[in-house]
């Protein structure tokens, strides 16, 4: 791995506790002190100690990554399933607004949410969870994005596989492998997807289990980061697991549910791999773009390693078979 990649500093380096803190404050909230930072690496976030009042946290974004219009039209989005009582965890308002800044930064301020990860170890849970992405579906098809990304081959595979390349990412070894293997799958995906031509809807985009906290009241989701315009399935996909019998049948518990809410067109269950091989290309691009950012080669010292590429260049062949097979369900 080249070591220029890195840089000394970085601009989340200014988050201080007194920066935070103050920025905070700059609300009308009073701190007490109490600072705590949460899981998070494309942002930073953090749970702040309120006096005489129970903590909040104050999410601060990646400067640069999105637009204000782009973060506001997420924020808008939350506040849009709030209102129709689905369980999300929307930014709070102050004097009408949820985005307020700190220069270099953006930052939003949210109640603090308790929870567990769902397993969806049952059919009730998978059932209860489809109907949840359900009803957020069909508040996302009422409208559209104008700020957001959409999921495409163009954007998630094309892109990560010229930034790969133009920066000296792939092994020499595996440089012509991985052109060989990444080319052939982005002409099949493009293939593919032309001839689905699927419907598209605002999307979370990242729905996962870590993105989902389970209460005695259901599931609900505390991030809309990555909101998208995107096929229904991409909100479906990623939440089963297990042999492809096992993921059939999850994801028929989960439809169960969801078209309870809002309608599913099954023949969207054949972009499930170009989803998922989608996913992996933009997987390893995105950790090469952030490398510069001392989190990553901290929570990640194993990429750059030719293991990781190894098994890059080994995961997209088994895609590109996986992409002739049955579909689910």
Known sequence: MNDSRRINSHP?????????????????????????????????????????????????????????????????????????????????????????????????????????WPELQSTQDREWMGRFIGRIHAIGRRSRFQQRVRIDVDTWATASREYLLDYGWIPDHLLDAYESISEELIERMEQDWALMNASSLRLHGDCHLGNVLWTDTGPHFVDFDDCMTGPAVQDLWMLVSGAPTERAQQLNEMLDGYTQFASFDRSELALIEILRTLRLMHYAAWLARRWEDPAFPMAFPWFGENKFWEQHVLDLREQMAALDEDVLG
């Open 12 to 116: 989340f380096d200014q988050l201080t506790p007194d920066f935070v803190t103050s920025a905070v404050e700059s609300t009308g909230f009073v701190t007490d002190g109490r600072l705590l930072a949460l899981n998070s690496y494309e942002n930073r976030v953090y749970q702040v100690g309120i006096e005489d009042s129970i903590p909040i946290v104050a999410k601060f974004y990646r400067p640069g990554r999105w637009s204000r219009a782009a973060i506001e039209e997420e924020h808008a989005f939350a506040w849009e399933l709030a209102n129709a009582e689905i369980p999300v965890v929307a930014p709070s308002k102050f004097n009408g607004l949820t985005l307020h800044e700190s220069a270099p930064f953006l930052f939003a301020l949210y109640p603090r949410q308790g929870g567990r």
